[in-house]
């Protein structure tokens, strides 16, 4: 029998951008096996693609509350396990909160809400269950990102003294401009997205990367964000100066109307010894910058990586890996936890991390409405 892990999937469709990410990362080590979902509210829709990617389309259910109803009323050794959210950012909070409910393991997109109030009601919930929680930061599956944070912690670049973090997309400039696609793209919706875009849908990506690499927690923000049109209820670009434990300060600069830019998020931290650079869009090289010395370049699957960087390289140096990989290496964490194995706690993103990213996103934009004034984060 297999022992894959059953994994249910919500949204993700065939008309969707992250769904192939986790089709294809969920099954990288062999740990999870798709058995069903609901992959999109159209019927039509839904089934033809499963049949067109070939899943098995028994466990394909209308909507969710159905998939919910029906799963129950099979024995838990048949059961969906884990299941995961991909859905438009509206959907996640009723759809975790059930699952959670029902006692299965779930997978979350970020933003993991729409506000911090629903987040802390999910962190309230799975204090009285044995649910594990995660949030798909993906970026912070990367081996050159975990070797990052590694060498933060063993002090190699000293004493953190200056985070400047850059996250640029360009894909909303062409839709900005345009007054009939803005109103119809979702994520520029405040009652799909939530109460922001740029730092929501990005902005927390970055957040959440500071608090990983550096082992810093962001204490206070001041935010000045971008709408470029009146009628645009939702930034598309912002600036955030960010306070961090032991003083730090840092900048979180993130835009989606950086006109051709396509995902160019790239971490910068500076320590007082030596300072490490990475960038998404070249993800196996991590920069190490020294006063006096000559550019150092450490790259994936080298014995100088930490284990937690070697255990997220598949292939022997050399053999590029990707995004997928790195959103693999986080299905891969998230498997040991719900087999009850043994795992770094650097291996997937949890609810604390979700709760966080609600929080940063709501004093950011709470900044920049009260005239960008510096605003904590509560702990
Ligand atoms: N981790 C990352 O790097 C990353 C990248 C992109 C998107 N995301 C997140 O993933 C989520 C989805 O984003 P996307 O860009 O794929 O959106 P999308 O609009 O491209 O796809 C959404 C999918 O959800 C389906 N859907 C909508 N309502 C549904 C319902 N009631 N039941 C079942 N399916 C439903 C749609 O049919 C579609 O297949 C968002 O929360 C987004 O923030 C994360």
């Known amino acids: 029998m297999s022992l894959k892990i059953r994994l249910g ?18 099954s990288m080590y062999d740990q999870f096996q798709i058995v069903g979902g609901v992959f999109n509210p159209v019927w039509e829709e839904n089934i033809g693609f499963v049949e067109k990617i070939g899943l098995p ?23 969906m ?15 975790a909160k059930k699952l959670i409910e029902n006692g299965f393991n779930v997978i979350c997109e970020k933003p993991m809400t729409t506000s911090l109030e629903e987040a802390k009601i999910l962190q309230n ?22 070797q990052m944070r590694n060498m933060i912690a063993n002090g190699v670049i000293g004493k953190v003294q200056k985070i400047d973090v850059q996250y640029y997309q360009g894909w909303i400039n062409p839709i900005i401009h345009d007054e009939e696609k803005r109103g119809n793209t979702w994520r520029l919706d405040p009652e799909k997205s939530g109460i922001s875009c740029c730092i929501g849908d990005i902005g927390t990506h970055a957040f959440d990367m500071i608090e990983y690499v550096s082992g810093l927690k962001v204490n206070s923000v001041l935010a000045d964000l971008n709408y470029l049109y009146s009628d645009n209820k939702m930034d598309i670009d912002g600036t955030v100066l960010i306070h961090c434990s032991g ?22 931290i500076y320590g007082e010894k030596a300072g490490l650079k990475w960038e998404q869009e070249n993800p196996n090289y991590l920069y190490l910058l020294e006063d006096g010395k000559p550019l150092n370049i450490l790259k994936p699957g080298h014995i100088y990586n930490s284990e937690l960087s070697l255990d997220g390289t ?12 790195s959103m693999g290496n986080i299905y891969k964490g998230i498997a040991k936890a719900i087999k009850g194995e043994k795992y770094d706690i650097g291996e997937y993103p949890t609810i604390t991390d979700g709760v966080r990213g609600m929080n940063f996103i709501e004093k950011a934009v709470q900044s920049h409405q009260s005239g960008n004034i510096w605003i904590k984060i509560d702990d």
């Open 125 to 146: 919930l799975l204090l009285d269950s044995d649910t594990i929680f995660a949030v798909t930061y993906t970026y912070t599956g990367y081996p050159m990102i975990r």
């Open 81 to 95: 396990e884990a299941i995961s959210i991909l859905t438009p950012n509206f959907l996640h909070f009723p759809m």
């Open 57 to 79: 389309t028994n466990r394909v259910y209308i909507d969710f509350d159905t998939l919910i109803e029906e799963e129950l009323k099979l024995p838990v050794s048949e059961r």
């Open 247 to 268: 003083d730090v300060k840092g900048v979180i600069r993130a835009s989606q109307i950086a006109t051709g830019e396509e995902n160019n998020f790239t971490v910068q």
């Open 9 to 26: 999937i919500l949204g993700g469709g065939g008309d969707s951008l992250i769904g192939v990410l986790h089709r294809v990362a969920s």
């Open 314 to 325: 598949k292939l022997p140096p050399g053999h590029p890996e990707g995004i997928f990989d």
